[in-house]
């Protein structure tokens, strides 16, 4: 952390900032330039309450040279494994399914299919936060049992997202990877208990949340034990209203830029219409997305929740034949 003073700022008023940082253990450094005077800070300044040194009129400015999220900020990357699959392997891996868990024979009737066609995990929601308390609000834990049941049958991991931190247990035994929604990525209590336990955990982007908030949010999962996070981008809102959400390609190469985590697109939350959802993939992988969730339905026209935005199986696999085409010209395995 980098302090500039005021031009009139005077010896003691440093000399006082000094001993404040000292006692805090934190070594400084003073630099009398021709035009500023600096103290540099040394030390783990993460826990510092750095903007209250704004409190003196003395001080011109704060700047932190330490990420706030420190734990994702380390430069290995990191693989997160589920399975046999490895997330950040320079692979693409295609998570696919319907938006809502309906009942066991469609997903008896899906499953197998995507399986064949490159798909690794399936998704499905079994508790769903709706907007309208009126929608369809998913089949709750008959939905998780039915999960489980597909996933050993089919020796395919699955994916489902968490409402409640009642829940986790629940979770826990019943799914490979706890999914964390756009609406709940700032449930803190949730992601620390997430932390405490060691299963991946997909999160996902708010829809009015930075990229920097995001990395916090993974950070309370991080910081509490559990490395296993996929960081998931899904559009963000903007005054832009002829698709659900306004996908943020850029959100990919900068998360890539400032994390270790694997980072993957839901392309149809961001779309909101199955018509949009292959050329978002497709820029997905493009911009270097290390996979890609896909809302896939037999009868979307019947579908509980989202039809208008899922795929039926047949453009589903005309889409993973492209993204194969995509994959294999940036050198990646899918
Ligand atoms: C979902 O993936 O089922 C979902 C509800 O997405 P989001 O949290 O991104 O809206
Ligand atoms: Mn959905």
């Known amino acids: 952390m980098i302090i500039k003073f005021t031009k009139n700022v005077k010896e003691s008023q440093i000399k006082h900032i000094e001993n404040i940082l000292k006692n805090q253990n934190f070594t400084t450094s003073y630099i009398h330039g021709d035009i ?5 800070v ?15 009129d003395f001080v011109e400015d704060v700047i932190n040279i330490q990420k706030p999220y420190k734990e994702s900020s380390v430069k290995d990357r990191k693989k997160v494994k589920v399975g046999k699959v490895t997330f950040n392997d320079n692979n ?11 009942d066991e024979e469609s997903m008896d009737l899906l499953v197998p299919k995507l399986k064949e066609h490159n798909t690794s995990i399936i998704r499905g929601g079994a508790f769903k936060p ?37 829940d986790i247990d629940l979770f826990v035994k019943n799914v490979d990877i706890i999914q964390v ?22 999160l996902k982007r708010g829809f009015v949340n930075t990229i920097e908030e995001l990395l916090l949010s993974a950070e309370y999962i991080l ?14 809102r903007t005054f832009e209203n002829q698709t659900r959400s306004t996908l943020d390609i850029s959100a990919i190469p900068v998360l890539k830029k400032l994390t270790n985590l694997p980072v993957i697109v839901d392309p149809s939350h961001a779309a909101g219409h199955w018509e949009y959802v292959e050329s978002l993939s497709l820029a997905a992988i493009a911009a270097g997305a290390d996979g890609l969730m896909i809302e896939v339905h037999e009868n979307p026209e019947f579908a509980l929740s989202d ?3 899922s795929l039926k199986p047949d453009k589903y696999f005309a889409l993973v034949d492209k993204i194969k085409l995509v994959a294999q010209a940036i050198n990646k395995k899918l």
């Open 223 to 236: 910081a509490n034990g559990n490395q296993n996070v996929i960081l998931c981008e899904r559009g963000i």
């Open 36 to 40: 500023y005077k600096l103290l540099i």
């Open 92 to 102: 693409i891996v295609l998570i696919a399914g319907p938006c809502s868990i309906e």
């Open 307 to 309: 039809g208008q935005q």
């Open 130 to 166: 709706r907007t309208s308390p009126y929608s369809f609000q998913g089949i709750g834990k008959v939905g998780l049992d039915i999960l489980y049941q597909i996933s050993h049958k089919y020796k395919i991991p699955v994916v489902s997202e968490i409402t409640d931190v009642r």
């Open 42 to 56: 040394i030390g783990d300044t993460s826990q510092l309450e750095t903007k209250r040194l704004n409190v003196y």
């Open 181 to 202: 929604g756009a609406r709940n990525m700032q449930n803190y209590v949730l992601l620390e208990e997430l932390g405490k336990t060691n299963k991946p955990i997909l």
